[in-house]
């Protein structure tokens, strides 16, 4: 399909070509909106938790929103797309977006701007599984596709890069409703384009949707969260105790339904294979690790170190903006480096550039961030290069969807997960001794999120074939 140059004057048809350059071009710039729109907390908490009179809980539960919406939307998106099409879903995904966005825009409390961020995920969701998928389909083999799965990443990297400085310019010229009129705008945008530029769904016999399942996961996700976030008012309150019960007991169900669905959302036959499972465990740890301690850089710089939110993010921009380069680099390196390697490596070098940013002191110079981000910067976007090729290489040919929203499911579970220990024990802290608890709570986050990295490289490492 790539290496077809044919141009029909008679019709003005693009070469093929052209057409796949223009459909890779929307799908990235969509996977960056999300990006951009899940790094919106990052540097406009502290106006909205003001405005919206936000305690802690509402503070972490925003910060996780977003990314619990994503994780528990991915694998009903990507088995829509498997099965009704990809371009449909994915267009869907971004106008689901784009309404969410409004509602964020117009809300006047807590509970409707958290709702809000859930849909966006939601929205997200489908836009990352579909347009991955459809990647995969537009490039279905080759150096092409390792190329097209590199400007893939990029765009998670840009969107990161972009977002938190777009949404601390949009906040001081219209105040902090400014980032979701933009992203409404943005979506609506894209989903025009998209519109004419993707090309036409595959002809499908839809199956019967697995609604039951994605009820039962995002329940059950939903409540596993609630428990994390309960977790700053004691381990083993009675709340806690039962949220978590109830949530594994409900994921339990989840895999029972999946187990007898004749069209499950997902397969859970394909975690006998180490390449899937490897890439599965090394999106979770990458979530859960890096994106987790890199999502709560600008409020621990803002709130301890007394930086603006502009310079909060122009200095997360260390991590961002070199995860772009090297995810547009990664198709360069050598073929004889297996994605089970370039995992393994990316998870390690992310863990080590993580322990650099350990030890904060509230009048410590920003410049002192600098190596740890742009380490973490240079392995993750290796790492997503990676997880974007073996997430539609470890499926068959039908459900590349679903490979690609079982990795995104697992980065985005991992990095609720992670974003929410990290903010509560940060809050835990500033509530127990100001500035110095806060910084505490960040050391404890670093090593968290650091182990999670580790571990993953570790199973990642151990996951052989035969």
């Known amino acids: 399909m790539t290496g077809e140059h044919r141009l029909d004057g008679a019709t003005g048809v693009r070469p093929a070509a052209e057409k796949a350059a223009l459909s890779l071009t929307v799908v990235s710039a969509a996977t960056a909106l999300v990006l951009i729109v899940f790094t919106i907390p990052l540097t406009t908490m502290s106006a909205t938790s003001r405005m919206l009179a936000m305690g802690p809980s509402g503070e972490a539960w925003l910060l996780s929103a977003m990314p619990l919406g994503a994780a528990t939307g991915l694998l009903g998106a990507a088995a829509l797309g498997d099965d009704h099409g990809r371009r449909l879903v994915f267009l869907w995904g971004l106008g689901v977006m784009a309404a969410a966005s409004v509602l964020g825009a117009v809300a006047t409390t807590s509970l409707v701007l958290i709702v809000a961020r859930i849909v966006q995920g939601l929205g997200g969701a489908a836009v990352m599984a579909c347009g991955l998928g459809l990647v995969g389909r537009i490039y279905p083999e080759g150096r092409a596709r390792a190329t097209a799965a590199g400007v893939w990443a990029a765009g998670l990297g840009a969107g990161v890069a972009i977002g938190p400085i777009l949404a601390s310019c949009l906040t001081g010229l219209g105040g902090w409703?400014?980032?979701?009129?933009?992203?409404?705008?943005?979506?609506?945008?894209?989903?025009?384009?998209?519109?004419?530029?993707?090309?036409?769904?595959?002809?499908?016999?839809?199956?019967?949707?697995?609604?039951?399942?994605?009820?039962?996961?995002?329940?059950?996700?939903?409540?596993?969260?609630?428990?994390?976030?309960?977790?700053?008012?004691?381990?083993?309150?009675?709340?806690?105790?039962?949220?978590?019960?109830?949530?594994?007991?409900?994921?339990?169900?989840?895999?029972?339904?999946?187990?007898?669905?004749?069209?499950?959302?997902?397969?859970?036959?394909?975690?006998?294979?180490?390449?899937?499972?490897?890439?599965?465990?090394?999106?979770?740890?990458?979530?859960?690790?890096?994106?987790?301690?890199?999502?709560?850089?600008?409020?621990?710089?803002?709130?301890?170190?007394?930086?603006?939110?502009?310079?909060?993010?122009?200095?997360?921009?260390?991590w961002s903006a070199t995860s772009v380069v090297t995810a547009l680099c990664a198709r360069w390196l050598p073929e004889t480096l297996t994605p089970r390697v370039l995992l393994v490596g990316g998870l390690i070098a992310c863990g080590v550039a993580q322990m650099l940013l350990f030890g904060r002191s509230p009048d410590g110079s920003a410049l002192l961030l600098l190596p740890g981000l742009f380490l973490a910067g240079a392995a993750n976007g290796v790492l997503n290069a990676a997880l974007g090729r073996q997430a539609v290489a470890t499926v068959p040919a039908d459900r590349v969807a679903m490979g690609s929203g079982a990795n995104n499911t697992a980065r985005y579970l991992g990095s609720a997960i992670g974003i929410t220990v990290g903010a509560v024990l940060m809050a835990h802290g500033a509530d127990v001794d100001g500035v110095d608890g806060l910084l505490s709570g960040w050391n404890e986050a670093t090593l968290i999120t650091t182990g999670f990295s580790l571990l993953g490289a570790i199973t990642v490492a151990v996951a052989r074939d035969g």
């Open 177 to 318: 409703t400014a980032s979701y009129w933009a992203n409404a705008i943005l979506s609506a945008g894209l989903l025009v384009a998209g519109h004419v530029l993707l090309p036409p769904s595959e002809p499908r016999r839809p199956q019967p949707a697995d609604w039951l399942g994605t009820i039962l996961l995002m329940a059950g996700l939903a409540m596993f969260m609630a428990a994390l976030t309960e977790m700053r008012f004691g381990i083993a309150r009675p709340t806690v105790i039962l949220l978590l019960a109830g949530g594994l007991a409900v994921l339990g169900a989840f895999a029972v339904v999946e187990l007898r669905h004749p069209r499950p959302i997902l397969e859970l036959h394909l975690f006998r294979s180490p390449a899937f499972s490897g890439a599965t465990i090394a999106a979770f740890a990458s979530g859960a690790g890096v994106l987790a301690l890199m999502s709560l850089v600008p409020t621990m710089m803002m709130r301890a170190m007394q930086a603006t939110a502009l310079d909060a993010s122009l200095v997360l921009t260390a």
